[in-house]
């Protein structure tokens, strides 16, 4: 089903489950031979959104590599793409803590349990924003197992399509004071107007010292198309083990600003790193899958400083 710009999900069924599959990838990246991330919330969160193929796959009942071609967005090609991914946006906030910034926002935030397991400084307060109905589901089920945030963790439900700058500052962020935000995964699933309008509030609400981690898609038309392909193809594979959602037509094609040379051009000073140059810095050799190399080409993950 295509996207509507009033459209809504839980996280079983379409922009939603995509926020579930990530968490199946941080589930089989944590159990990793040499792990490079420790996410302990992944599976008990995939279980408890209940899609019994996701379920299987992140408790190890089913095998990953017999489910798909093992493409990048397959199941063995995403654990190892979410392990890269999850390290990169989990070093960007122990760095920023570290030189001293005490307000994080995870925009889009899904599944991510960083508010439970980073080791955040005392005075830190962590914002997440999503959909309402993401976040009470993430915070009653992490209740439910007895998880407390290792930082002041505050709730935002808004619509990133809605007025979510007052909703934040409604919620406590001082604008005057350095913040470290992230949006993961998220660029593709909104409209590229959309995009520059997320970029330009994230400026306004940042002080002198603010950073941001997020990625960027070089030609980013052609490359939503090919993400798109590659997803339509590996979950009609996953249709023979027992998958029933629909995930196509969830990303916005067109043209669209580059991430890096928008922020440069509104005061940012930025750093941009590719997908294997990553890899290679946590000792990781991506193995040979097809889309390997168009997704290489393509990603970008970028952190970005206030001037």
Do not use: C
Not at 82 to 102: E, K, L, N, W
Not at 146 to 153: C, E, I, L, S
Not at 158 to 166: E, S
């Amino acid at each position: 089903m295509a996207r509507t710009d009033d459209d809504t999900w839980d996280l079983g069924n379409g922009v939603g489950a995509t926020a579930t599959g990530v968490a199946v990838g941080r589930a089989l990246a944590s159990r990793a031979p040499a792990p490079l991330i420790n996410d302990p919330f992944a599976e008990p969160l995939v279980r408890a959104v209940g899609v019994e193929f996701f379920t299987r796959i992140a408790s190890g009942e089913l095998d990953p590599a017999a489910v798909d071609d093992n493409g990048d967005f397959g199941m063995l090609g995403m654990a190892d793409m979410m392990g890269i991914r999850t390290r990169f946006f989990d070093d960007f906030f122990v760095t920023a803590a570290a030189a001293g910034v005490r307000q994080a926002v995870i925009l889009a935030s899904g599944l991510d349990a960083r508010a439970y397991r980073l080791p955040w400084p005392d005075g830190t307060t962590v914002y997440e924003i999503d959909q309402a109905r993401v976040i009470e589901f993430k915070s009653a089920t992490l209740a439910n197992l007895g998880a407390n945030p290792t930082a002041d963790r505050r709730a935002v439900p808004v619509d990133l399509r809605h007025d979510w700058p007052a909703a934040l500052r409604t919620a406590g962020l001082d604008p005057g004071k350095p913040t470290a935000w992230s949006a993961e995964g998220l660029m593709p699933f909104l409209p590229p107007e959309a995009q520059d309008r997320l970029l330009d509030n994230i400026t306004e609400l940042s002080a002198p010292g603010s950073q941001l981690a997020t990625e960027n898609l070089r030609g980013a038309s052609d490359a939503v198309q090919t993400m798109a392909e590659r997803i339509r193809e590996v979950t009609e594979q996953w249709r023979e083990h027992g998958f029933d959602i629909e995930m196509t037509d969830l990303w916005y094609a067109g043209e669209r600003n580059d991430v890096v040379e928008y922020l440069r051009s509104h005061g940012w000073q930025t750093s941009a790193t590719k997908v294997s140059e990553l890899a290679a810095n946590y000792g990781l050799s991506l193995p040979p899958r097809p889309g390997n190399e168009e997704t290489a080409s393509a990603l970008q993950y970028v952190t970005a400083t206030r001037n």
